[in-house]
């Protein structure tokens, strides 16, 4: 089954680290994806920009409308995510507590709602998709 690990953390903690601090942290999440694709389970992941770059795009009364930023005021962002296939939930929430920012921030576990969507004919996922391919279906 698949699961995304979406991790949340405070970007302001991230932007007043050292320099040194920051490498440690990033060697950590490259040490982590390493470990997941050693153990055939990471389908994808990446980080994300700094909400700074963010917009919420949404439809009120019938109209398009968009705003800078993310939705909610929150302590904790959407700073990055995995998606692994592993057989069980328990499985997943150990790799989830695996993750660096599982320390001081939080990792939101949830399956992945398995839909049959239709694909255009010869449509596969790209080759080059950022943290792995994508499997097709």
Excluded: C
């Excluded at 950590?28 to 770059?53: C, I, K, N, R, S």
């Excluded at 599982?102 to 943290?131: H, K």
């Amino acid at each position: 089954m698949r699961y995304m690990l979406l991790i949340h953390y405070d970007e302001t903690q991230m932007a007043n680290r050292l320099a040194d601090e920051q490498a440690k942290v990033f060697q950590a999440y490259q040490d982590f994806t390493m470990e997941l694709q050693e153990a055939g389970v990471m389908l994808a992941g990446d980080a994300l920009h700094p909400t700074t770059t963010a917009k919420t795009a949404r439809i009120v009364n019938g109209n398009p409308m968009t705003t800078d930023g993310p939705f909610a005021e929150t302590k904790e962002q959407l700073g990055g995510f995995y998606m692994i296939d592993v057989s069980t939930e328990a499985e997943a929430l150990r790799w989830a507590l695996k993750i660096p920012d599982a320390a001081g921030g939080s990792i939101e576990v949830r399956p992945v709602l398995e839909l049959n969507y239709p694909r255009v004919d010869g449509w596969t996922p790209p080759s080059n998709a950022p943290g792995g391919k994508i499997p097709a279906r």
